[in-house]
């Protein structure tokens, strides 16, 4: 891509994540390119080419499944509130589309470490930010003032905790304090950017940190603030317990390369409201079922202020909480019904996490464990065992009595 943009007579240089992880040796999770080339222009060099993007405009150029992103360098242009192309209210930057040169595009990145250019003419690095001393060391430094790199993008808040998780690295000392101070500004930000960058910080193999880090600098609570209020009150309790396990499931379901879904991660971060909720329902007279949808459908409703949760991920996860009361139930043909559910195998799950936090008996959780593994006929057994014993008493004596043997006989 990079020569096929050059022969046609633009500048084109790899940047950002691909270039900071092949110098650290890892793999690059994708190829961002940084081009004089504008959206417009980069189309008619690929037929395989979208443009994306309205904050900011940017060229996907697809090769069957992978997407290289392709951004027009960026100047600082007019900065004057209220212009068309490049856009600042506030402090906050709504609009970001005006070009400019290579050196321009450098110091309008995130972090210097994200501000390296790999350059085919020599095949150098280029390095406009000292972000080759700061990979070296080791360190996340944001360019420019914190704050108002913060103000103009709080997703860049979010940015610095999923780097410094991923990378290992630290965030220097300025920048962690405006950290600190900046943490409501998440609250002006698209409830539906937050979700990807949510997806970002807790489906890339490193939710642990990333979940430490973000409660540590304040901003969980701008994510999740249902959540973080309950889990701050419990301290050491099994709802802490049950999202710290959850989490590092995440993690090593990611490094064996099984498959996760959001809406399990988003049900996990979510139950303990949910089930607080329920179980207050369920004082207050209502029965289990419709307790537990109505707690999902408030929690729901209330949590997508701040992060959108696209419709099939919140039945997903509605459906994974209705079905924990039904595992309760093994007698019968309840358990083959259960079995059968197609949320079964992400509802057990679930149900596996709450036994291992101490929410819910273990037992039962074995329980269903066992009666997976064997056998039709053995799995009637284990139904017919778990018959209540007043039920098994008042079978027993609906059974027509055998006539007495006559006197004599
Ligand atoms: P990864 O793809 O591994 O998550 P990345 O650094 O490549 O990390 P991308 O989101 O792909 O991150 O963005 C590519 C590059 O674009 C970044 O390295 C950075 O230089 C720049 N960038 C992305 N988002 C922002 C932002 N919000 N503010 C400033 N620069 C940004
Ligand atoms: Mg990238």
Same mark, same amino acid.
């Given at each position: 891509m /990079?020569?096929? /943009?050059?022969?046609? #007579? +633009?500048? =084109?240089? /790899? %940047? #950002?994540? #691909?270039v900071r992880d092949l110098l650290l040796g890892r793999e690059p999770k994708d190829f961002d390119v940084a081009t004089d080339a504008s959206p417009e222009q980069v189309k008619r060099v690929f037929r395989n080419c979208r443009l994306i993007g309205r904050r900011f405009r940017l060229a996907h150029v697809h090769f069957g499944r992978e997407i290289i992103e392709v951004a027009t360098f960026r100047g600082t242009g007019d900065i004057t509130e209220g212009g068309s192309e490049r856009r600042i209210e506030n402090g906050m930057l709504l609009r970001d589309n005006v070009y400019g040169s290579i050196e321009e !595009? =450098? /110091?309008?990145? !995130? +972090?210097? %470490?994200n501000a390296l250019y790999y350059n085919i003419e020599d095949f150098s690095v280029i390095d406009y930010a000292g972000g080759l001393e700061d990979l070296e060391q080791g360190q996340l430094r944001l360019l420019g003032d914190p704050e108002t790199r913060f103000r103009e993008d709080p997703v860049r808040m979010l940015r610095a905790v999923r780097f410094a998780a991923k990378l290992g690295f630290n965030i220097v000392p300025e920048v962690e304090e405006a950290l600190l101070d900046l943490g409501d500004l998440l609250e002006g930000v698209p409830p539906a950017r937050l979700f990807d960058e949510t997806l970002k910080l807790f489906m890339g193999g490193t939710a642990v940190q990333c979940y430490e880090k973000m409660c540590h600098y304040n901003l969980f609570r701008e994510l999740f603030p249902e959540t973080d209020e309950i889990l701050s009150r419990e301290e050491n309790q *099994?709802? %802490?317990? *049950? %999202? =710290?396990? #959850?989490l590092q499931n995440t993690d090593l379901r990611i490094q064996e390369g099984k498959p996760v879904t959001p809406a399990f991660l988003l049900a996990v971060l979510l139950w303990e409201p949910v089930r607080q909720l329920a179980n207050d329902l369920i004082a207050e007279g209502e029965a289990k079922l419709p307790a537990m949808q109505q707690a999902g459908s408030v929690v729901v409703s209330q949590q997508v202020r701040h992060v959108a949760i696209p419709r099939r991920f919140s039945l997903m996860m509605k459906e994974i909480w209705s079905l924990q009361h039904r595992f309760e139930q093994r007698a019968g043909k309840r358990p083959q019904r259960l079995l059968s559910h197609p949320r079964f195998r992400a509802a057990y799950d679930f149900l596996l996490l709450r036994a291992e936090s101490g929410e819910v008996d273990p037992e039962l959780a074995d329980w269903w464990t066992c009666y997976q593994s064997v056998e039709g006929n053995e799995q009637q057994q284990m139904a017919n065992a778990s018959r209540p014993t007043t039920e098994r008493r008042r079978r027993r004596r609906r059974r027509p009595k055998r006539p007495l043997p006559a006197e004599g006989e």
């Open positions: /990079l020569y096929r /943009l050059k022969q046609s #007579g +633009f500048q =084109a240089h /790899l %940047v #950002g994540g #691909g !595009d =450098a /110091l309008r990145r !995130d +972090f210097t %470490v *099994f709802p %802490v317990v *049950f %999202v =710290a396990k #959850g």
